[in-house]
């Protein structure tokens, strides 16, 4: 595929006001619900910037750097910043916003890689990225270093995983 897209044309905002239910016994929000927004937002990213099925390879760590509380809005932006074949890494931006007294945080930042899938569910090409701003060329240029980081933590926990049982731990083991 050799169209190319510009990042701006994978951008994503999901606003949403936390409500009781969406927080811990500290008035905080879930990380596990924050979660699910960042990977919510990352997908459409993806699938905007390549018009296809998409499934998430890899999350790379979410560093919660300041609490989300309730009655905050939290603001997920999201747009790719780097492609690979089939591949494409997002980038997410979360910002949790006082209501009543405007102050505003950046409360956590993480990168996912996506897959676009054909009809067949197999791996398809994407257009490549184009950065326009500081941000996304800053972004669009330390991607091949993230890269790297996720494929040697590919094999590592592959490796690990090898070296765990799938019986139940009151089950005899396999031979």
């Given amino acids: 595929m050799s169209e190319s897209k510009f990042c701006r044309e994978s951008f994503v905002v999901k606003t949403s006001i936390v409500f009781p239910l969406d927080t811990n016994s500290h008035g905080t929000m879930f990380g596990g619900k924050l979660m699910a927004y960042i990977d919510d937002v990352a997908a459409i990213s ?35 910043t780097y492609t690979g074949r089939s591949s494409m890494e997002v980038f997410v931006k979360v910002i949790a916003e006082n209501l009543l007294t405007g102050e ?18 197999k ?24 890269a790297e980081t996720r494929k040697k933590r590919k094999l590592e926990n592959e490796k690990m995983a090898n070296m765990f049982s799938v019986d139940l731990p009151w089950e005899p083991k396999r031979t």
Avoid: Y
């Fill in 123 to 146: 791996p398809t090409p994407v257009p490549q990225v184009v950065p326009q701003s500081e941000e996304e060329k800053m972004l669009h240029q330390s991607a091949i270093s993230r």
């Fill in 104 to 121: 505003r945080n950046i409360c956590a930042l993480s990168f996912l890689t996506f897959v676009a899938l054909d009809e067949e569910g």
């Fill in 46 to 80: 993806a699938i905007r910037h390549s018009r296809k099925s998409v499934v998430t390879a890899s999350t790379d760590s979410v560093d919660f750097l300041h609490p989300i509380n309730e009655g905050n809005s939290v603001c997920l932006e999201a747009f790719v």
